[in-house]
Structures are given as C-alpha cells and as structure tokens.
C-alpha cells in the first residue's frame, strides 16, 4: 500500500514538473524579426549580409532570443532599435558557430553616450576618457557597459580591425569558465590549452617588440590578446589568415567559424 502511494507521488510530481517545463518553454516563444530590423543588419553588419539565408534566419532569431533575454539601458542616452540590434548582433556573432549558446553571466547592457574614464566618468572625466567598453565585476556583475559612439564605430568602420561590442563579449566568454584569463576554456578542448597559450605568447611578444599588425592593446595581457584577436578574426578574417595562419586555424578551432572560407570575405 505505501509503495503504491510513493508511485502515484511521482507520477503526480512527474506530471506537475513537465507541466511547468512545457508552461515556461511555451513562454519563450521567440518573435520573429521586424523588417526594419532586417533592414539594419543587412546594412550595418557585414557578418549578416555575407551568411546564406538559412544561417540568415538563424541568425535573426538569436538577435531576437538575446533580446528577449537582456535588458538594455541607456544611461543619459536614448536607446535607438539601431543600438539594439547592433548590441545584439555583436553577442550573437562571436557564439554563432556553436548550435546553442546563452550568455548566463549576462543580465544587463549599459549603453554611455561617449567613451569614459576608469571612473565611469563621460560627461566630466577627471582621467583620460578613453574606454570603450567593460564587463562589469563587483557591483557591476553580470553587467557590460558600452559607449555607443565606440559600439557604432564598431560597425561603421570595417577596414580598422575595431570591435568594441565584440571585444566585450568574447570577454564574456572567455568568463564563462569563471576565470578572465584569455584561455577560454569553455571553446577549447583540453589538448589546445597549452599550445594556445605558447602561441598567444609568441604573438604578445611581437606586439611589445613592436613587430605586429595586430593592436598594441593585444600585448598587455593574455585576456586582451584573445579579445583583439577576436575584433581581427571576425572583421578582418582572411587578412589574419595571410598574416597570422596558425592564429587564424587557433581562432577557427575555438569559434568553429571558417570565416575566410565564406565566398564574399574579400578582404
Ligand atoms: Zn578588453
């Protein structure tokens, strides 16, 4: 008599929990794109504009799925659907050769109208206001924080091998494993750990001797290598496969993207 008390039990609670499950699943249901939405990744990111159309709707879905997942605020700014979508395209490309990927230490977007100081400081810097973006630690956990001119520039520019938006969420990435430190754990496989990092090494090096086309921020540290390297693949792919080809199969190995493969990379 018990046992068959303790088997309706869960049965019951089986039934209770798919209940919910399929309740929340229901919830998630992602909308589909807005043409004028369309419209801005056609013409603002390349990336977008040179997938084949099957990878273009994927692609629109994640730039949907992120928002609907992600607050953004603006911080004495106005939030455009521009700033939106490019802030979204930014999340999405870095994580669009993997078949499901969520931000989880992700909540919030704070977009600054200008760059700012070491303070946060944009309208009256007391330092040099030259960031361009962050990932928040310590009050500012789970939070990234973007000037909008610099996440603009990102795009409008595609020849600089600049990529503020994207710098920030490869960084996110390579958090992901629960350490900033340009090794990012969760993209690679065990065996590329070390000969990613003697190969970072090397290329830091070349950067400090002042021997590289890849940006002089790139040297400072390992996890500001992996995200200058990051802006260079994914703007400039077939350029560092000319410069850098060991780079490059590292990048393809840890972004499962073989961007220079695409027919209409040109440059
Ligand atoms: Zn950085």
């Not at 106005?78 to 993997?98: H, M, N, Q, R, Y």
């Not at 409008?156 to 710098?167: E, G, M, P, R």
């Not at 350490?179 to 970072?200: R, S, T, V």
């Not at 990051?230 to 060991?246: A, C, G, Q, T, V």
Request: proline share 3%; charged share 25%.
């Amino acid at each position: 008599m018990q046992l068959q008390l303790i088997i309706i039990g869960i049965v019951c609670i089986t039934i209770l929990l798919f209940l919910v499950l399929k309740k929340k699943q229901e919830k998630t249901v992602i909308a589909p794109i807005p043409e004028a939405w369309r419209k801005i990744l056609e013409q603002k990111v390349v990336f977008y504009r040179r997938l084949l159309s099957l990878d273009q709707r994927r692609f629109e879905d994640e730039v949907m799925r992120f928002l609907s997942e992600i607050v953004i605020e603006g911080v004495k700014t106005e939030i455009t659907d521009e700033d939106k979508v490019l802030i979204a395209a930014s999340a999405v490309i870095p994580i669009f050769g993997f078949e499901s990927w969520k931000y989880t230490n992700l909540k919030t977007v704070l977009i600054y109208p200008d760059y700012f100081d070491q303070n946060l400081n944009f309208e009256n810097p007391e330092g040099i206001a030259a960031i361009a973006g962050l990932v928040g630690t310590g009050r500012f956990e789970n939070q990234m924080i973007l000037s909008k001119k610099a996440l603009h520039h990102g795009f409008d520019n595609n020849s600089d091998k600049l990529n503020t938006a994207i710098h920030e969420f490869v960084h996110l990435l390579d958090k992901s494993d629960g350490a900033i430190d340009g090794i990012p754990k969760a993209l690679l496989e065990n065996h590329q750990y070390i000969p990613w990092l003697q190969l970072m090494h090397h290329k830091m090096e070349a950067i400090n001797k002042d021997k590289s086309d890849i940006r002089n921020y790139g040297g400072t540290s390992e996890t500001e290598f992996l995200a200058v390297a990051s802006e260079y693949f994914f703007s400039r792919p077939k350029l560092l496969k000319r410069k850098h080809p060991e780079l490059y199969k590292m990048m393809v190995a840890c972004f499962k993207q073989d961007l220079a493969k695409r027919k209409s990379f040109t440059k």
